[in-house]
C-alpha cells in the first residue's frame, strides 16, 4: 500500500509506484485529500492498473475499507509523509483513509517525511518522530539533506524513490545474503592540516551506501563505515561515522578482528587518502604579509585493504571476501591493467575499477569487475544497479569459497 500525503514530493511517489512495480510488487495507492492538491489519481490508477483511494465513506466498499487494506498488505509506505502526517500517526489519529490504515496495519510501516527544514526541526515534529521510534510501528526512512521546494537547503528532502524501494525490500525480510555480515566503507577521509583545513578528495560516498542499502534489503547485516559525507543512512544499516584514514582502520579492524573473519565480505568503497599531513598545526596557520608560504610534509597513510590482504593471506586464505575499488584516469584498457595490478598488489578477491570522469559525483557510473579469472566491463547503469551487480558477484565469491 502506498500512501501519499499533501507535499510537493508527491509527484516523485509516481516514481516509488513504478519502482515497486517493476521489482515485483502489487501496488494500490491511498491519497489524502490535500495529495489530491498534487497528484491526480488518474496518474497513479494509470501507473498501478488499480483504482486509487480515498474515501473512507464510499458505500460501494462494503464493511470497513481501512481494515480490509491492512489485511492484504504485506508492506505500508508513505511517501511523502508530510509533516501533519507525521504528527497524526504519532497521535494515533484514525480522520481518514490513511491513517485509520497506518493504525490497523499487520506487517511493516515505512513512512517517507518531506518537508520545509524548519518544519522538520520543530520540536512538535522532533517529539512525534521520538514517539514514532519509541511506539516501533512506524519506521522513519529519511527525510535526506538536501534542496526542497522552496529552494532551501537543510534536512527535509525526501529520500529518492530507488532508496525507499531498497527500505520496502529490506522490511520484507531476509534474501540471498540472509545470514551474512557485510563490512561497507564509503566516502572520503579527511586528513588534518590544522583545526579548520583539511586535505581531501572527491568522493560522495554514493557508491558505497549504494552497496550497503543493497546488501540490507538483501538480507546481510551491515556495516557502514562513512567518511564525512552528506548522504542518509540507509535504513536498518548500522553506521560508524569516520574522519581519517586512520580512524577509518581502527573502525575496520573493531568488525573484522585480528584474522580478518568477522564479516563474511568487505567491500571496501572509501576513497582513502594515501597522504596526511605529517604534523598537523593544533593551531590555525595564519598568513602573514610577504612572508614565504608555508610548505605541508606529507606522511603516508597505510593501505588499509592491501593490510587486510597481506593479513588474510597470512592465515591461509580464510575469511572474509575483499572487494577493493580503483578509482583512475585513462582509457579503458589502462584501467583494467591498473585494476588487475591492485587485484594481485592488495591480495583481494574482486577489484571494481571506474574512471574519475564518469563516477565522481554522479549517481550513475560504468564500471569493470576485475577478478582472478579477467575483467568484464559492465553497461553504464546508476550505482543502485551496480550495487547489486558487485553484490551478485562478491556472493558467488563466498559460496566458491
Ligand atoms: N585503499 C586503502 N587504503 C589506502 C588507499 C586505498 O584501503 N591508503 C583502498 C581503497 O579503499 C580502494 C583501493 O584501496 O578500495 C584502491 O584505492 P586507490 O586509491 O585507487 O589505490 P592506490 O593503491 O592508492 O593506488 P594509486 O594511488 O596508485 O592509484
Not at 101 to 124: D, F, I, Q, T, Y
Not at 193 to 217: E, H, I, T, Y
Not at 318 to 340: K, M, Q, R, S, W
Amino acid at each position: 500500500m502506498l500512501g501519499i500525503t499533501g507535499s510537493v514530493a508527491a509527484y516523485k511517489a509516481v516514481e516509488v509506484a513504478r519502482l515497486l512495480l517493476k521489482a515485483g510488487a502489487r501496488v494500490e495507492a491511498v491519497m489524502t485529500r490535500s495529495a489530491e492538491r498534487f497528484l491526480g489519481p488518474v496518474t497513479l490508477s494509470g501507473i498501478t492498473g488499480r483504482p486509487v483511494l480515498r474515501d473512507m465513506w464510499d458505500p460501494s466498499t462494503p464493511g470497513e475499507l481501512h481494515v480490509a487494506l491492512a489485511d492484504r498488505a504485506d508492506c505500508v509506505l508513505v511517501a511523502p509523509c508530510t509533516a501533519d502526517a507525521l504528527a497524526r500517526f504519532a497521535a494515533g489519529r484514525a480522520d481518514d483513509l490513511l491513517t485509520a490504515l497506518v493504525l490497523s496495519a499487520r506487517g511493516p510501516v515505512l513512512a517517507a517525511p518531506a518537508m520545509h527544514p524548519r518544519m522538520w526541526g520543530h520540536p512538535a515534529t522532533r517529539r512525534s518522530a521520538r514517539t514514532l521510534a519509541e511506539d516501533g510501528r512506524v519506521t522513519l526512512v529519511g527525510p535526506a539533506f538536501g534542496e526542497v521546494a522552496s529552494g532551501d537547503v537543510g534536512q527535509g528532502r525526501m529520500v529518492e524513490p530507488a532508496a525507499l524501494v531498497a527500505a520496502v525490500g529490506a522490511a520484507l525480510g531476509p534474501r540471498d545474503l540472509a545470514g551474512m555480515k557485510v563490512l561497507v566503507t564509503a566516502g572520503p577521509t579527511h586528513e588534518a592540516l590544522d583545526p579548520v583545513r583539511f586535505l581531501g578528495n572527491r568522493s560522495s560516498g554514493k557508491m558505497g551506501f549504494a552497496v550497503a542499502q543493497a546488501a540490507r534489503a538483501r538480507g546481510a547485516e551491515v556495516v557502514l563505515v562513512a567518511g564525512p559525507v552528506a548522504e542518509p543512512t540507509p535504513a536498518g544499516v548500522r553506521r560508524v561515522d569516520v574522519t581519517t584514514a586512520l580512524e577509518l582502520g581502527a573502525a575496520i579492524d573493531a568488525e573484522v578482528g585480528p584474522d580478518v573473519d568477522g564479516v563474511d565480505l568487505l567491500v571496501m568503497a572509501a576513497a582513502v587518502a594515501d597522504f596526511r599531513p605529517a604534523n598537523p598545526s593544533d593551531r590555525k596557520i595564519k598568513k602573514a604579509a610577504g612572508a614565504t608560504p608555508p610548505s605541508v610534509e606529507l606522511a603516508q597513510n597505510p593501505d588499509l585493504l592491501a593490510g587486510l590482504g597481506a593479513r588474510r593471506a597470512a592465515r591461509g586464505h580464510a575469511g572474509a571476501v575483499l572487494v577493493g575499488f580503483a578509482l583512475e584516469t585513462g582509457e579503458d584498457p589502462e584501467i583494467v591493467a591498473y585494476g588487475e595490478r591492485k587485484l594481485r598488489d592488495k591480495g583481494v578477491d574482486l577489484v571494481v575499477a571506474n574512471r574519475a570522469d564518469e563516477a565522481l559525483g554522479r549517481g550513475t557510473n560504468r564500471v569493470a569487475l576485475i577478478g582472478r579469472d579477467g575483467a568484464t566491463w559492465l553497461p553504464e547503469a546508476t550505482k543502485q544497479a551496480l550495487a547489486e551487480r558487485i553484490l551478485d558477484r562478491a556472493l558467488a565469491l563466498s559460496r566458491a569459497r
